[in-house]
Each structure stands twice: as C-alpha cells, then as structure tokens.
C-alpha cells in the first residue's frame, strides 16, 4: 500500500493504516506510527473480501487528515486452519465408552468456525456428527480413520484425520483416571451473534466419576455450573454491560478434588462491536 503526503510546516508525519473488509463498514488497524510512505501487507493476515478498502490516517502530533483507497480490491479467500487435538493417537476405546472428537478450526476470514462447516466422518460408519466438539458412543468395532473436514462456504477446504480403534474387550482397554474439558479456547464474537458456548467436562477414564469445580477469574464471565461431577456441561455467557469495545480475555480453571494436581484452563475471547444505528427512510410531502 503506498500513498504521498506532505505538511506545510515540513513537521514530521505520523501514519496508521487501516484494513475494511467490508466496503468501509468497519475498520481494522494493521499499522501505527509509521513514517514511511508505504508499507508491504502479506494477504494472509487479513481477511478475505471482495470489497475490501485501505485507509490512511496521518498526523502531525497536532492535526489529521485521512483518505482510502479509490477503489475496493479483492483479497483472496484463505484456507482454514483445523487440527485434531483430541483425542490423541494411539488411541483404544470400548465400544461403550465416550469419545470426545476435538478439534482447533479457525478461519482467518471470520474468526471461529460454525459447526455446520466442520463435520466428522469414519471410514466406517460415515457421517459422525459436527462442530470442533463431538462427543460419541457406540462406534462399530475395529480400526476407524476419523477425518475433521473443514470447509468455509466459499472454496475453503481443510481436513485432519486421526485414528481410533474400537474394542469389546476391556482388558484392551484400560486408562488411567484424567480430567478433561473441552474446547480447549473459547472465542465469543458479538458480531457473529455468538453470545455463549458450552464446555463440556469428562473423566477420561469413564467408568469413574469424579467431581470438579470450575471457576472464572472475571467477573464479567459467567458459569451456571461452578461444580458438578463427570460427565458434566457448563454453559457460558457474558455480561456485556460493564465492557468496551475491542476484545476482552479470561481464563476457565477446571480442578478436580479427586484428581489431585490435575487442572485445566480454558482461554476465552470475547469481542465487544459498537452498536450500529439504523436509519429508516423519510417520506416528505
């Protein structure tokens, strides 16, 4: 992106560079305070848009001035970025236990995936199920290549697979006790209507329940379970009253008294945008 500018007082000039995805509707900062008259943008790191603006603002230390792009450019689609976290290979089951499918999927475009655009699927038993979080019972026995298929709406393709094998036989399978939760990152997007998510906690080893407590070190962030025993959900939501615009973190810690040294934490982002008016159109007489 280059532009020209000149003051004249010959004082030293101040840019930031802004990024809209969105034909000028919004506005993401992708530079402050540089001098230069340019600056080398790699396509990657913004998203992609067919109707996309720059705009530069530039100051004095007293004054300022702006202006964008003469024209929309477009910005190529990104391919999403997905991987299996849990559960990790190798990896054995009873036919009669849970498996917990999860899966990091993020898309530079729009942030957290849907989970309609995220679907997982055996080998053998096909279509299993959607979103970053699935949690199964009774799979057919044998070895199962489970893929994560990952597709954004608009070319976007991705996909990780792992592999799980099904047993009837418990001396197959026999795993120690550990707590588990999951998603491992939370992002609650206000743009996107996401209002809330669930965390889901479990036991690895499920034919033992245990207890556990879960707390929020923000006040803004609420749980409407702060204990329980496994298998357990939690739903999460926030109170946006007290929040400003821009992003805003904190932190889920999941323990178990019965599993002691054994914690979890789960970060969680939620971004607050300001409120858009609307203007309905005037008839005149």
Do not use: C
């Given at each position: 992106?280059?532009?020209?500018?000149?003051d004249?007082?010959?004082?030293?000039?101040?840019f930031?560079?802004?990024y809209?995805e969105y034909?000028?509707?919004?506005w993401?900062?992708l530079?402050t305070?540089?001098t230069?008259t340019?600056?080398?943008i790699?396509?990657?790191?913004?998203?992609?848009?067919?109707?996309?603006l720059?705009?530069?603002?530039?100051?004095d230390?007293?004054?300022?001035?702006?202006?964008?792009?003469?024209?929309?450019?477009i910005?190529p689609?990104?391919?999403?970025?997905i991987?299996i976290?849990?559960?990790?290979e190798p990896?054995?089951?009873l036919?009669d236990?849970?498996l917990?499918?999860?899966a990091?999927?993020?898309d530079i475009?729009?942030?957290?995936?849907?989970?309609?655009?995220?679907?997982?699927v055996?080998?053998?038993d096909g279509v299993l199920?959607?979103?970053?979080?699935?949690?199964?019972?009774?799979?057919?026995?044998?070895?199962?290549?489970i893929?994560?298929?990952?597709d954004?709406?608009?070319?976007?393709?991705?996909s990780?697979t792992?592999?799980v094998?099904?047993?009837d036989?418990?001396?197959l399978?026999?795993?120690?006790?550990?707590?588990?939760?999951g998603p491992?990152i939370?992002?609650?997007d206000?743009?996107?209507?996401?209002v809330g998510?669930?965390v889901?906690?479990y036991?690895q080893n499920v034919?033992n329940?245990v207890?556990w407590?879960?707390?929020?070190n923000?006040?803004?962030?609420?749980?409407?379970k702060?204990?329980?025993?496994?298998?357990?959900?939690i739903n999460?939501?926030?109170?946006?009253?007290s929040?400003e615009?821009?992003l805003?973190?904190?932190?889920i810690?999941v323990?178990?008294?019965d599993?002691p040294g054994q914690?979890?934490?789960?970060?969680?982002?939620v971004?607050?945008v300001?409120?858009?008016?609307?203007y309905?159109?005037m008839?005149?007489?």
């Amino acid at each position: 992106v280059n532009w020209t500018a000149s003051d004249p007082d010959n004082d030293p000039l101040y840019f930031n560079v802004q990024y809209s995805e969105y034909n000028g509707q919004t506005w993401k900062i992708l530079a402050t305070n540089i001098t230069e008259t340019s600056i080398e943008i790699d396509a990657i790191n913004i998203p992609g848009s067919n109707e996309g603006l720059f705009r530069v603002w530039v100051s004095d230390g007293i004054y300022t001035a702006s202006d964008q792009s003469d024209a929309t450019v477009i910005v190529p689609n990104h391919i999403p970025e997905i991987e299996i976290i849990n559960p990790e290979e190798p990896a054995t089951f009873l036919n009669d236990q849970t498996l917990a499918l999860e899966a990091n999927a993020y898309d530079i475009d729009t942030g957290s995936m849907p989970a309609d655009q995220l679907q997982w699927v055996s080998n053998i038993d096909g279509v299993l199920g959607n979103g970053a979080f699935l949690s199964l019972t009774g799979l057919s026995l044998g070895t199962h290549i489970i893929t994560l298929q990952a597709d954004d709406g608009d070319g976007g393709l991705a996909s990780d697979t792992v592999t799980v094998t099904i047993v009837d036989d418990p001396d197959l399978v026999r795993p120690d006790d550990g707590l588990q939760a999951g998603p491992s990152i939370v992002l609650l997007d206000q743009a996107l209507g996401t209002v809330g998510d669930t965390v889901s906690i479990y036991n690895q080893n499920v034919t033992n329940i245990v207890n556990w407590s879960a707390v929020s070190n923000e006040t803004w962030l609420q749980l409407d379970k702060t204990s329980g025993s496994t298998p357990g959900i939690i739903n999460i939501t926030y109170n946006d009253s007290s929040l400003e615009e821009g992003l805003h973190y904190a932190t889920i810690t999941v323990t178990s008294s019965d599993l002691p040294g054994q914690s979890i934490e789960i970060p969680v982002t939620v971004k607050i945008v300001p409120p858009r008016n609307i203007y309905l159109p005037m008839i005149q007489r």
